[in-house]
Antibody, heavy 118, light 108 residues
Framework: EVQLVQSGAEVKKPGESLKISCKGS????????IGWVRQMPGKGLEWMGI????????RYSPSFQGQVTISADKSISTAYLQWSSLKASDTAMYYC???????????WGQGTLVTVSS | EIVMTQSPATLSVSPGERATLSCRAS??????LAWYQQKPGQAPRLLIY???TRATGIPARFSGSGSGTEFTLTISSLQSEDFAVYYC??????????FGGGTKVEIK
């Protein structure tokens, strides 16, 4: 069974750093792209970026380029999304999702809620 | 940049009735369109890809149609578990923003 399990909810202060994770199982982790999607409170879905764990090829949405860093450790089948300096506007639910060759998302993680507040 | 516009924003439907959701692209995305369902407190779930192919395990009451710039998701007979928000996503042109703004299907 394909599963993507994300790390737990985080509460941070502005200016702090953060790295959240997404662990894949039940499939060949290095053979599929993984994407990160943001959902701000009460809002829609925004694609942030994608990574191919097989070779760490990474691409970002222009809206998120320079704002976050996406990485992966294929040895433990885990993808990451990190911030070096959080802002209150980063408060959102973040989902990871597997991407099929057609570039749509077939399996999703349960989401990680990030709250940034002073 | 391709802009995906979903309408209506909210659709009020009685259980057992048909629901028709629209998604329009600002330029052609061929058949490279997916639909997702999101219930409160849950992650999105893939319903349709390739504009009209149901994903694994998706009931036959969900159907997708269209190509180019006009797409439709039809739920033939709404069940209680179908009340949710539905998003379309184009994947013809990456890496630009790909999702529509969503349509909320609520109980009438």
């Amino acid at each position: 069974e394909v599963q993507l399990v994300q790390s737990g909810a985080e509460v941070k202060k502005p200016g702090e750093s953060l790295k959240i994770s997404c662990k894949g199982s039940g499939y060949s982790f290095t053979s599929y792209w993984i994407g990160w999607v943001r959902q701000m409170p009460g809002k829609g879905l925004e694609w942030m970026g994608i990574i191919y764990p097989g070779d760490s090829d990474t691409r970002y949405s222009p809206s998120f380029q320079g704002q976050v860093t996406i990485s992966a450790d294929k040895s433990i089948s885990t993808a990451y999304l990190q911030w070096s300096s959080l802002k209150a506007s980063d408060t959102a639910m973040y989902y990871c999702a597997r991407i099929l060759s057609g570039w749509y998302f077939d399996y999703w993680g349960q989401g990680t809620l990030v709250t940034v507040s002073s | 940049e391709i802009v995906m516009t979903q309408s209506p924003a909210t659709l009020s439907v009685s259980p057992g009735e048909r629901a028709t959701l629209s998604c329009r692209a600002s330029q052609s995305v061929s058949s490279n369109l997916a639909w997702y369902q999101q219930k409160p407190g849950q992650a999105p779930r893939l319903l349709i890809y390739g504009a009209s192919t149901r994903a694994t395990g998706i009931p036959a009451r969900f159907s997708g149609s269209g190509s180019g710039t006009e797409f439709t998701l039809t739920i033939s007979s709404l069940q209680s578990e179908d009340f949710a928000v539905y998003y379309c996503q184009q994947y013809n042109n990456w890496p630009r923003d790909t999702f529509g703004g969503g349509t909320k299907v609520e109980i009438k």
